[in-house]
């Protein structure tokens, strides 16, 4: 039996269902697909950690004696170039619409055995008694109580039968060579996954309160290594599951597995409304592009977007509060939210990105109701009082009163009160 392991958001070498799979000979490869890459500007600073990321897991399976094939292009043209010399593909699952169609073209020339590494659970596992999928979340956690409540879950381990196929692995890209430029990241994100999670567990004990407040350094900032899969939900469950007062934090992991399951069972929802209303929102793209660039006269909804637009990251409390400001008081469609998010967020999932972007829109599974609706300032008092995190983006209001920054002004591009009214009104016409 000779076998592709084609690598792809499970850039590890613990916990990889590729490696306890694979038998004999093997070629790992990862490919730098130009599907998606030609799609983004030259500065995207997911593919500088990407790229870091493949190198490092190239060197991680040297150390196996193993090594990691680099290929730049279309993965069915990469793929079919080894029609006749390999017998299947191993890879991981994944569910938005381009993989889907990708896998299905590669499917035609190639048998493909996919793994459910990325995550706790397949879709199918997490059904109701009638074989329908739960839209409830609670009734979905609920469900799962036997999985939460373990006390681990059993990881892969390495196969030892694995053979390296003979190759000329020696090809390595450079980001130029790919079409991009070396951006620089956050130190956070060049340190390891252990490291990570050994800072993070001191911290659980006051996760649920301290997670909120935007100038606080409560999170475990592992989402964008988890996203392209350093690390396997299953490690992070096992690591923090016996430490006190983990419940909040493994019940965020099952928020995860939930807007997945929902991807997988109404694929429609990538592009529109999951609750199928026919919305009419407002077409303003001056608007919008002062959203975008942090130009709202707002001071949390500005500083929230100019530090996404800098960094690629956004704090999730803050996520919901942007949201909630573009689809309720500019009333404009959260396709254009989610799709802004996909090119600037470090740790873009595209299941938990459009589930969030829905909740929010309340438009889709187990939404926020439409007249629940955030108000940024009230939002900015109690979770930056002190305009800590404000201050820090928008350094030219370093003198202005921190009460200040949570009043509403004149140069706010909508009136708050105003535009919730007309939201509501509208939700309720709908």
Sequence with gaps: MRQILWFRRDLRISDSALLHYAREDVLPLFIFDKNILDLLPRNDKRVSFIYQSVLSLKKQLQGLGLDLALFYGDPVEVLGSFVGEFDEVLCS?????????????????????????????????????????????????????????????????????????PYDYSFVPTLEDIGFEQQKLSDFLSESVDSLIAEFLPKLEKYQESRDYFAL????????????????????????????????????????????????????????????????????????????????????????????????????????????????????????????????????????????????????????????IFNPYTQSAKFDKEGIFIKSVLTELADVEPKLLHKENAEAIVNIKHSRAEAISKFKRV
Excluded at 118 to 147: C, M, R, W
Aim: hydrophobic share 40%; with cysteine.
């Design 93 to 165: 699952c994944d569910f938005d619409a381009y993989a889907i169609k990708r896998d299905k073209e590669v499917e035609e020339f190639f048998p493909i055995r996919r793994f459910y590494d990325s995550f706790l659970i397949h879709p199918q596992e997490a059904l109701k008694s009638d074989g329908t999928a739960y839209k409830v979340f609670t009734a979905f956690y609920k469900n799962l109580k036997p999985l939460w409540q373990s006390d681990s879950i059993e990881e892969y381990k390495i196969s030892d039968t694995i053979k390296l196929s």
């Design 217 to 372: 350094d409560g999170t475990s900032k592992l989402s964008t290594h988890l996203r392209f899969g350093l690390i396997s939900p299953k490690q992070i469950f096992n690591q923090v599951k016996s430490y006190k007062n983990s419940e909040f934090f493994i019940r965020e992991l099952f928020w995860r597995e939930f807007y997945n399951s929902i991807l997988y069972h109404f694929p429609y929802s990538q592009f529109e409304n999951f609750n199928k209303k026919n919305i009419l929102w407002n077409q303003n793209q001056e608007a919008f592009r002062a959203w975008c660039e942090g130009n709202t006269g707002v001071p949390i909804i500005d500083a929230g977007m100019q530090h996404l637009n800098a960094t690629g990251e956004m704090h999730n409390r803050l996520r919901m509060v942007v949201a909630s400001f573009l689809t309720k008081n500019l009333f404009l469609p959260w396709q254009w939210g989610a799709q802004y998010f996909a090119l600037k967020l470090l740790d873009y999932e595209t299941s938990s990105n459009v589930g969030s972007w829905q909740w929010g829109a309340s438009t889709g599974a187990d939404s926020v109701p439409y007249f629940r």
